[in-house]
């Protein structure tokens, strides 16, 4: 066993997170709103009151973004088209904004002059605000051929230079905290319409997916496919109650998406619990959906101790833990309640969504934020041994999946390329490995940039 010959690794971002440069170089670019414009005008839906207007102005620093990443040898780059950028009110018949779709032209081509692979994203959550207005968004079934022509747009665009293409970033967190919590725009709290949203994004994922393979495949050569978050849950005890309680959290978080893409069906498990509330696949649709998406797409940060009971429908009634029976814990805090380092669980994991779905995996996204990181001077934060600690443990666990376990691993990137905005949590917890002053927006590499790409020079040419 060993590295994949063309194995990517690199940084990960979304542009919602870091293109913004302040509102003045945001409406001269010509975008359109997006719903996180929207949430972020909303009174106390960000935690510091950060806005994605103002991120780290990648869309005037992209030069220097790219040149950093060669710099530190990276040989892939993930990042996210905003769809409100290229055609701000989203629909199928509106006008495109050239501005936006030749900034995605420079920076792809920046990319590609320095040897450094485009993996890109086309919805990572900035859906046009104009769609939510019209019809609810991933609500109305009305955004499939919306999102499809937006789709089309982009492969005729980019397909040329781009090879890897995901249709979506986790629609676990679109569904749940965007439209059942409501701690993500658009902010909705609701027990019946996240299923009918994640329904929704199947579908769309694949309806682009059939349109790359019939129309741009051929010519273009590239692969597709959609990236899902997705934690590994470790029963409490060895309790019978409690290894099915795993499952089901498996089942309600991955299987949710994974088991109608790759097996062509919902799990039992959310047919026998949410009963009417889970949409149904017709005949004809299924048939689109199975085995629409080329590879498994994997963002993972954390592991869980699940118990049977408690909970909500979101979790499939299992309670997330981080502690064990002995009152021990599985991993030191972050700056993230969610977020506890694990690395255990990636391999787990990574074995798991092999054996099951039996796809090539693309590592998509996988990082910490350190608990008060922003409480650091800049020079004290770029000393990132917490971090560089995190990735040396998930980075040793890829390893042995594919080395040890023989799993098809075929990219790692590492969350975040910059210091970003974190959606609801602002601008305080710091993902990135590159330090950005939000003032200024001067970058700095942490240690940890280096940590990532060295270890991957070490094992891709061993
Ligand atoms: C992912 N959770 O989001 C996203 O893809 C990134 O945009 C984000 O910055 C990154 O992970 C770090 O959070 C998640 O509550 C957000 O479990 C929340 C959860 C998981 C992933």
Aim: hydrophobic fraction near 35%; charged fraction near 25%; glycine fraction near 8%.
């Amino acid at each position: 066993m060993s590295f994949h010959k063309d194995f990517l690794y690199g940084f990960a971002t979304a542009a919602a997170q870091i293109e913004g440069g302040g509102i003045t170089s945001e409406k001269l670019s010509g975008r359109g709103d997006s719903i996180w414009d929207e949430f972020c005008n909303t009174p106390n839906k960000i935690e510091d009151g950060s806005h994605v207007q103002k991120t780290c102005d990648h869309l005037s620093r992209f030069k220097e973004d790219v040149a950093l990443m060669k710099k530190l040898g990276a040989n892939s780059y993930r990042f996210s088209i905003s769809w409100p950028r290229i055609i701000p009110n989203g629909g199928k018949d509106d006008p495109v904004n050239e501005l936006g779709l030749q900034f995605y032209d420079d920076l792809i081509n920046e990319l590609v002059a320095v040897g450094i692979q485009p993996f890109v994203t086309l919805y990572h959550w900035d859906l046009p605000l104009a769609l939510h207005k019209k019809y609810k968004g991933w609500l109305s079934r009305e955004i499939l051929d919306d999102y499809t022509r937006y789709a089309r747009v982009c492969f005729e665009r980019y397909g040329d230079r781009v090879k890897h293409w995901l249709t979506f970033n986790e629609p676990w967190c679109v569904a749940v905290l965007g439209n059942g919590i409501g701690q993500f725009a658009p902010g909705r709290t609701c027990t019946k319409e996240p299923w009918i949203v994640g329904h929704h994004i199947i579908l769309a994922h694949a309806q682009a997916c059939k349109m790359y393979k019939e129309e741009f495949k051929p010519t273009q050569k590239g692969t597709i496919g959609i990236t899902l978050n997705g934690d590994w849950a470790e029963p409490w005890d060895d309790s019978p109650e409690n290894v099915l309680a795993a499952q089901t959290k498996m089942d309600f978080a991955v299987g949710w998406f994974a088991d109608p893409i790759y097996l062509g069906h919902y799990p039992q498990s959310m047919i026998d619990r949410l009963q009417d509330r889970l949409p149904r696949f017709t005949p004809e649709e299924i048939e689109l959906v199975k085995d629409s998406s080329e590879f498994y797409g994997c963002n993972t940060y954390t592991t869980n101790t699940i118990k049977a009971g408690g909970g909500d429908d979101f979790s499939g009634g299992t309670e997330l833990r981080f502690d064990r029976p002995d009152g021990s814990l599985i991993g030191v805090e972050s700056q993230l309640a969610w977020l506890r380092d694990v690395p255990w669980g990636y391999r787990k994991l990574l074995n798991y969504l092999y054996k099951r779905y039996k796809k090539p995996i693309y590592c998509t996204e996988n990082g910490w934020a350190i608990k008060g990181e922003s409480d650091l001077s800049s020079e004290e934060a770029i000393d990132d041994s917490g971090r560089v600690r995190y990735y040396e443990g998930y980075l040793n666990a890829v390893r042995q999946a594919i080395l040890v376990d023989g799993v098809d691993v075929r990219s790692y990137f590492a969350w975040s390329f910059l210091d970003n905005f974190e959606w609801n949590s602002g601008l305080v917890p710091r993902f990135g490995s590159v330090y950005v002053d939000f003032n200024t927006f001067e970058r700095r590499p942490k240690k940890s940039a280096y940590y990532v790409t060295e270890f991957f020079q070490k094992n891709i040419l061993a």
